[in-house]
């Protein structure tokens, strides 16, 4: 792995993601479904996934019984993920307020759900049924009317079993069987078998980042931005190399484009490299134990090693790079989570590993990636409502607060903004006489 | 006006946003600035604005003298509508929950200010600087560290008085000469004088609106996709016709592509009808007072009138159109409020016309327009923070939840996330032994 000593902005650039070839595939693929609807849902699954479809949405009798196949030792491991990630995000319950902000004038929010919230879940190689539980459950918590799951099929026609049972107990109303850009076009514009829904959340390839970023411009509200995933894992001479190492793999497994910085502190360069080569050795004891190494074999070509002197050089390399995932694992990790301002996740302490937050901590999964950090939260409660603002003035509240308005409208040269409140202050003198 | 009594999905559409016309524009804008930085700010300065700037930002000096000129009573004014938004926007002060999922397992948020934030302040005929203090107010209270207002310099160079007065009060910290996409591309790229914001707000032409899209997907966070400015106002026979005609008129006047919509609410169809011909003679008398009734004519001419049958019909119409501002002067109006799933901002009874929103009540005027109200919330305090989760797993902690998430990690074939956990749970054996 690379070491740097002096951080350049260059060494915490992400790679430029190539959109621009992807582009005018995606706004295609998004024109046929808004025309044809579910016909180009089924002819896509057919090109892409080899599936001839005859339903897009999948059959109450078919999710149960497949659902039902999932083994019990995985559904007690899912349901209490599903228990932990319920707790964390219950707590999350919006309070409105309402303010008097004058006598007679009181203002307050009330927080709604969005009423249709579409899921994206990535088919591949594994069934990604933990992004299931992170997605549906804060919006089931928040009493969305309708979630639609979308996910391509397998190669058999199928889907997998893990994602249908998480998708079962966390109050999914709705599985459309499609994945890609087709799937997201589909959600946001809505075809003959599925109404359009509100915002699309979800991870996705770069056909799916770039078909939200396309509806998200005209139609449809989404999560966030997204990248490929990342961690920046900090370390010092206390920690176990052993776990930075795990740490370290565990983000390269989820494919090249994953990115792992490890950032070591270390009063000085001699033991910071020395640290470092621990953490490398680790790293490639354990790469030979994995079945399938391909993945993090690519990654780790282009992850990092930053060595800092001190807490405070650890925390500007941190907020200057904003990552998504970020393990504390040093002595008194407190110190350094003080200063951190930038990061989608923040994991404190050798047990603290990302892991544990992936599947069932409690805290969700879907984080801002690619330095989004400094602008978006991750998703959580707050993602599934919108706060609508609602104010009642009484004929004391306009009559105390009406003239400000006049002014101020009127030194803006809007003048029916100005009579608006005229007519009114008018009215309650004619009836005060 | 258009009386509508059947009312289509086409009728309540909005017109499309012709913004393939100006995609190429803004796109070589922003290039532009890009490349060039100051240079060309001061460029589209001279060419937009026929200004020689010597400096894209306003020295102290004359921001504060300039601001001293503003009358005693317009900043008596504007106080008192600094004073109502901070009472309605600090009480939006986050509170951060902590919360033990499982013993050993502890997970919280932390609401974290955004930077930089970037305030975009259209020029044009009027000085808006109601929507400086809309968005400078709750930037200041979440505690953003810069606060960076840029706007169009006037014909003479200069930036109006109150502008700079409301930006002086409200914590804002650098003045950026520059309107338009060149002025959204400083903030989200920065130049030689002004490094780049992480999240832009504020409303704008068609240039500004597409230059916040286009940076929106790869650069920079902004609040909301815009659209022209909007009101749905719902009477009934206990409303005044001259106050619902003065609020269609307040919104009319914004500009030419500005919707008012009338929802009378009456027990028949001919009630409806003479409760409509009130407030259309109204309106026309009302349009012979103001001094400039150019924008409110032109909008006018396609303002409608939608005459339903009952509340739940109404309803149905508001939910359907998901008005931007809604104005509720019917009879026990609490009725109706209870069931608007879909607004930006909902205006109560006879004397709270949306003017009193606009500049003091105290609630935002930044809000999503265009049916976003369907998935954005307006602009709030919540809109200038990020909530980062932390988590502290001990070993405890890892003990009982470790082995879930190894479950789940092999469930989906993320072999080194499993390992992350595996490490530290054969540590903890070891150290017991």
Not at 44 to 65: G, I, K, P
Not at 127 to 134: D, I, Q, R, Y
Not at 370 to 393: C, E, H, N, P
Request: with cysteine; hydrophobic share 45%.
């Amino acid at each position: 792995m690379q070491r740097i000593i002096q951080v350049t902005d260059q060494d915490l650039a992400r790679p430029a993601m190539q959109v621009e070839s992807v582009r005018q595939t995606v706004a295609e693929i998004i024109e046929n479904v808004r025309t044809k609807g579910d016909a180009a849902l089924i002819d896509y699954a057919y090109r892409f996934e080899q599936v001839a479809l005859s339903h897009v949405l999948l059959s109450r009798n078919q999710w149960e019984s497949a659902a039902a196949t999932v083994s019990a030792s995985l559904k007690v491991a899912i349901e209490s993920a599903k228990d932990h990630i319920t707790r964390f995000h219950e707590a999350q319950r919006p309070k409105d307020e309402c303010v008097e902000t004058e006598p007679g004038v009181t203002c307050w929010r009330k927080s709604v759900p969005v009423q249709r919230v579409g899921l994206y879940i990535p088919g591949g190689n594994a069934p990604l049924f933990s992004t299931v539980l992170m997605l549906a459950i804060p919006a089931h918590l928040a009493g969305c009317r309708d979630i639609v799951l979308a996910t391509p099929p397998q190669r058999d026609g199928t889907i997998h079993p893990a994602i249908l049972y998480s998708a079962l107990i966390s109050g999914v109303t709705t599985i459309l069987v499609s994945g890609g850009a087709q799937a997201i076009a589909a959600m946001a514009y809505g075809t003959q078998s599925l109404p359009p829904v509100d915002k699309i959340f979800g991870p996705g390839n770069r056909f799916v980042t770039e078909a939200k970023q396309q509806v998200a411009a005209n139609q449809c509200a989404i999560d966030m931005p997204a990248g490929p995933s990342e961690v920046m894992v900090v370390i010092d001479e206390t920690s176990n190399p052993r776990f930075a190492a795990a740490d370290m793999l565990s983000q390269a497994e989820h494919g090249p484009d994953s990115h792992a910085i490890l950032v070591v502190c270390a009063a000085d360069t001699q033991t910071g490299h020395s640290i470092a080569d621990a953490v490398e050795a680790e790293v490639l004891n354990q790469l030979n134990t994995l079945k399938h190494p391909e993945h993090a074999t690519a990654s780790l070509a282009h992850a990092k090693i930053i060595i800092v002197a001190s807490v405070a050089e650890a925390a500007d390399v941190i907020n200057r790079y904003a990552p998504e995932h970020l393990i504390l694992a040093v002595d008194h990790p407190e110190t350094l989570a003080d200063q951190v301002l930038h990061a989608g996740s923040v994991f404190l302490g050798p047990y603290s590993c990302e892991s544990m937050g992936d599947y069932a901590s409690g805290t969700n999964h879907t984080l801002p990636t690619a330095g989004w950090a400094r602008s978006y939260s991750g998703v959580s409660l707050d993602s599934f409502y919108r706060k609508i603002t609602f104010q009642q003035i009484t004929a004391q509240g306009i009559g105390s607060l009406g003239p400000v308005v006049e002014t101020l409208a009127t030194a803006e040269s809007l003048e029916a903004h100005a009579t608006a409140v005229s007519v009114r202050l008018a009215s309650l003198k004619k009836e005060k006489l």
